[in-house]
């Protein structure tokens, strides 16, 4: 098990950008596959974004192209989400994942095959 921390969340209007992280208590950090996922009331939990140990293999959730980075920092053991452009659709609770080795395109996407995971952090935009 890996304990994984996000902090960053919060409220911010129509437009605006928040940037959330994600500390992972691990030796081996670069040997996990990281992403984000979200999940609003009375919705599944759904894929946001996630990279490998070195960004060579990064996917995005269609809804957040274009406006969400992720990215990691190897040394720090972290890893972050830049969130501009934010809509009302973008509230939910982000959770930080991590799945050990390289999953395939599809599984990367699937909550049910991360088995660590964070405690959440709220993120609501205003309309």
């Known amino acids: 098990q890996v304990p994984l921390v996000e902090s960053g969340g919060g409220l911010v209007q129509t437009g605006g950008s928040l940037r959330l992280s994600c500390a992972a208590s691990t030796r081996v950090f670069s040997s996990y596959f990281m992403t984000w996922f979200r999940q609003a009331p009375g919705k599944e939990r759904e894929f946001v974004a996630g990279?490998?140990?070195?960004?060579?293999?990064?996917d995005y959730a269609d809804s957040v192209k274009g406006r969400f980075t992720i990215s990691r920092d190897n040394v720090r053991n972290t890893v972050s989400l830049q969130m501009n452009s934010l809509k009302p659709e973008d509230t939910a609770v982000y959770y930080c994942?991590?799945?050990?080795?390289?999953?395939?395109?599809?599984?990367?996407?699937?909550?049910?095959?991360?088995?660590?995971w964070g405690q959440g952090t709220q993120v609501t935009v205003s309309s």
């Open positions: 994942a991590a799945l050990m080795g390289v999953p395939s395109a599809l599984a990367l996407r699937d909550h049910n095959e991360y088995d660590n």
């Open positions: 990279l490998n140990w070195n960004g060579a293999m990064i």
